[in-house]
Nanobody, 115 residues
Framework: QVQLVESGGGLVQPGGSLRVSCAAS????????MGWYRQAPGKQRQLVAV???????TYLLSVKGRFTISRDNAKNTVYLQMNSLKPEDTAVYYC?????????WGQGTQVTVSS
């Protein structure tokens, strides 16, 4: 049974930092492309960052230079380090694992950027 469990969300002030984590089980983690998506109220889910099995990364333009995705294959965990957070980064952040078009999703973790 595949499980993706996110953690690390919360409330942070504008300009602050937060790191969210996603622990995976039930998959051969090192083979998967791992990604972070987010969905704000009333908006569609959007890709924030992705890291391939080989370590290549891609970012949403609006987070490039502020967010960093990384993975630890020994811990079956993917991270999203978020710096210089803005109110518009407020959303539920979802972890995704993808291999040959098959997708698995976590339950999401809320990130709120507000003073």
């Amino acid at each position: 049974q595949v499980q993706l469990v996110e953690s690390g969300g919360g409330l942070v002030q504008p300009g602050g930092s937060l790191r969210v984590s996603c622990a995976a089980s039930g998959i051969i983690f090192s083979s998967y492309t791992m990604g972070w998506y987010r969905q704000a109220p009333g908006k569609q889910r959007q890709l924030v960052a992705v890291i391939t099995s080989g370590g290549s990364t891609t970012y949403l333009l609006s987070v490039k230079g502020r967010f960093t995705i990384s993975r630890d294959n020994a811990k079956n965990t993917v991270y999203l380090q978020m710096n210089s957070l803005k109110p518009e980064d407020t959303a539920v952040y979802y972890c995704n694992a993808e291999l040959t078009g098959v997708n698995h999703w976590g339950q999401g973790t809320q990130v709120t950027v507000s003073s």
